[in-house]
């Protein structure tokens, strides 16, 4: 009996000895930097983290493609998570934020691909941009019922009186969406990648789309902007490769930057009488584009606008365009340009040695 006594206590010593020599997973004091309260850096082989008592904020990229992460728990003592820092973490799973949370920075959670749910706490009233933009699995964005700055409505996020559409999780699994008729603007990334989603409806009270609003919605097809909407974002419709059909807005001025780019399967585009200005790159790479045709207020075609849409025949230029940058239709070889006699398109077309139409 005492031989097995004494054998039992070896035992446990010896297991003991090999759980001290073990580093915990996320928990080794070592696995982290932290400065003035802020942890700013995450050095640890993944798997459960723990942040260690007494940390106030995360800081920029702290966790920034720390792929081996699974789950984040955090102490009751921090206040806001920085700007990329759990960024492309794509293993991560599970997030409990902790009460005291105030501030969630840009791009915080943006790319964790394993994400499948997330509740913002009471006292959080600052969400930045994308921060929970490219969550693939994300099917809903819930929030504590006390909190003053955001609100969940069927798990999509909203500021507190339905104004502003914040965020629409990524992995919904919905083929159509009405955005409801309380909001005013749609905000900068509000939907993300996925060909589920094919149709989103956009009520007149909304008078602004910033920018990314729908890049990577690969699965739409047409789009609607109605005539309530005064400016639209860079990048609005970028990497969208089933839109076959745009309708924009009578009151846009500006096409801006990349809005329709990569496109592929636009067929063609009527601007608006009111648009002054096509932006770089607006409809590059829209291969499948045949015909554009510009309002008379129109006066500038900006760097790349049209180029590589390989198969555009038919573009009509006003007597209002002034200005044409030289690449606007490089590479568009079947081109013809329909235009005033006597105006800066003909003169254009000249000097660029594309076939010129009067009409």
Not at 22 to 42: C, E, R, W
Not at 296 to 313: N, R
């Amino acid at each position: 009996m005492k031989q097995t006594l004494k054998s039992l206590l070896t035992a446990v010593a010896a297991l003991c000895t090999i759980l001290a020599a073990t580093p915990m997973v996320g928990h080794a004091a070592s696995d982290f930097t932290i400065k003035n309260g802020v942890l700013t850096q995450y050095k640890g082989s993944g798997g459960a983290v723990t942040i260690p008592g007494g940390v106030t904020g995360i800081g920029k990229e702290a966790f920034s493609e720390c792929v081996t992460i699974s789950s984040v728990t955090f102490p009751d003592t921090v206040k806001s998570i920085g700007e990329g820092a759990f960024r492309s973490c794509t293993a991560l799973k599970k997030i409990v934020f902790p009460e005291s949370l105030e501030s969630i920075g840009e791009s915080a959670f943006g790319d964790c691909k394993s994400l499948s749910d997330v509740t913002i706490p009471q006292k959080v009233a600052e969400i930045g941009n994308e921060a929970f933009w490219i969550c693939d699995s994300l099917t809903q964005i819930n929030v504590h019922e006390k909190n003053a700055a955001y609100i969940s409505v069927d798990g999509v996020l909203y500021n507190k009186d339905v104004s502003v559409l914040v965020q629409y999780p990524s992995g919904k699994k919905a083929a159509q969406f009405d955005i409801p008729a309380t909001v005013k603007t749609i905000g900068h990334a509000a939907f993300g990648p996925g060909k589920v989603l094919t149709t989103i409806t956009i009520p007149s009270s909304v008078t602004r789309i910033e920018d990314k609003a729908f890049k990577y919605c690969t699965g739409l097809t047409a789009m609607t902007i109605p005539n309530s909407v005064e400016s639209i974002g860079k990048d609005l419709l970028k990497y969208c490769e089933a839109l076959e059909s745009v309708t924009i807005s009578e009151k846009v001025d500006v096409i801006p930057d990349a809005a329709f780019k990569y496109c592929s399967s636009l067929k063609s585009v009527t601007l608006p009488r009111s648009v002054t200005k096509i932006g770089d790159m607006a409809f590059k790479y829209c291969s499948d584009l045949t015909s554009v045709s510009m309002g008379d207020k129109t006066t500038s075609i900006g760097s790349d606008a049209f180029k590589y849409c390989e198969a555009l025949t038919r573009v009509d230029i006003p007597a209002s365009v002034t200005k044409i940058d030289g690449d606007a239709f490089k590479y568009c070889d079947k081109v013809k340009i329909y235009g005033r006699s006597g105006s800066y398109a003909e003169r254009f077309a000249g000097e660029h040695k594309i076939s010129f139409v009067r009409a």
